[in-house]
């Protein structure tokens, strides 16, 4: 285990370590994981263990661009309880992680331009101290997965993710994630780039795109946009629902 010390301003000395259980998670399933303290040099009444689900957003304001760590859910995963000198306790978890987290690792590799992690929040001696960020990897849901692998069957090439801030329609989260993709294939007489942003749900997924034609997001004139709906029990008609929107988006644009 590798302890981090927190209350080093208020001389506690507790440390922490965090460890959560497998390599990755899917939205919609259950994190588990324990929370293992060890107590500095006297007795301390711990009034809570809290862990927050964070993400690391981009965030423009007219001309200043800027990065910043964003929480998008926060749970108590301990109340009180007495932490005696140097003794060590042990706290198991479970996070059922929001449906519309975004994805931060695909095929078992994390994906380039995103950060998420879980940060662990001590209460004591009535103040709060936090933890360094553990990482979070979110894997695709399979019908997710379906849609990038069209994607790439389709010709189009990674190109970098990462969170813009903001709420889209049929969206909780006060952020989105936009996978950018270069047009390949025969796609690449059309589009120069493609955004895709998934709104995940229980049941069903709204999928975004939006491409440019001449490589670049800043004139709007030069976008087009689609959004279609993927139900999780007929993923398979996601690839002519993919193509379908990707020839309006051209159509509409005089494109094709």
């Known amino acids: 285990m590798v302890f981090r010390k927190l209350m080093a301003a208020f001389g506690a000395g507790v440390e922490v370590d965090t460890v959560l259980a497998g390599s990755g998670v899917r ?21 809570g263990i809290y862990l927050d689900l964070t993400a690391v ?3 423009e304001r007219g001309d200043e661009e800027y990065k910043t760590t964003y929480g ?21 978890f479970e ?5 519309e987290t975004p994805i931060s690792a695909i095929g078992g590799h994390p994906l380039h331009g995103m950060r998420l992690g879980v940060q662990t929040e001590l209460a004591l001696a009535g103040a709060m101290d936090k933890g ?11 019908a997710q997965e379906h849609v990038i692998a069209a994607l790439d069957r389709l010709g189009f090439g990674f190109k970098k993710a990462d969170l813009e801030r903001g709420t889209l329609r049929g969206s909780t989260m006060p952020f989105f994630q936009e996978i950018e993709y270069y047009a390949g294939g025969e796609w690449r007489r059309h589009f120069n780039e493609l955004e895709l942003t998934f709104i995940a749900g229980p049941r069903q997924m709204d999928v975004i795109l ?47």
């Open 27 to 47: 939205p919609g399933e259950t994190l588990r994981g324990v929370v293992n303290f060890r107590g500095g040099g006297a007795d301390y009444k711990v009034e």
């Open 57 to 59: 957003v981009e965030v």
């Open 72 to 92: 998008f859910l926060r749970q108590q995963v301990a109340g009180t309880f007495q932490l005696s000198a140097g003794a060590q306790h042990s706290q198991p």
């Open 95 to 99: 996070i059922v992680i929001p449906w």
């Open 132 to 142: 360094d960020l553990d990482p979070l990897f979110v894997n695709p849901l399979p």
């Open 210 to 256: 939006e491409a440019d034609k001449r490589g670049g997001f800043l004139t709007s004139s030069h976008d087009a946009y689609n959004r279609f709906t993927v139900r999780y029990d007929d993923p398979s008609g996601a690839d002519q629902a993919l193509r379908n929107a990707l020839e309006q988006m051209a159509r509409r644009r005089g494109w094709l």
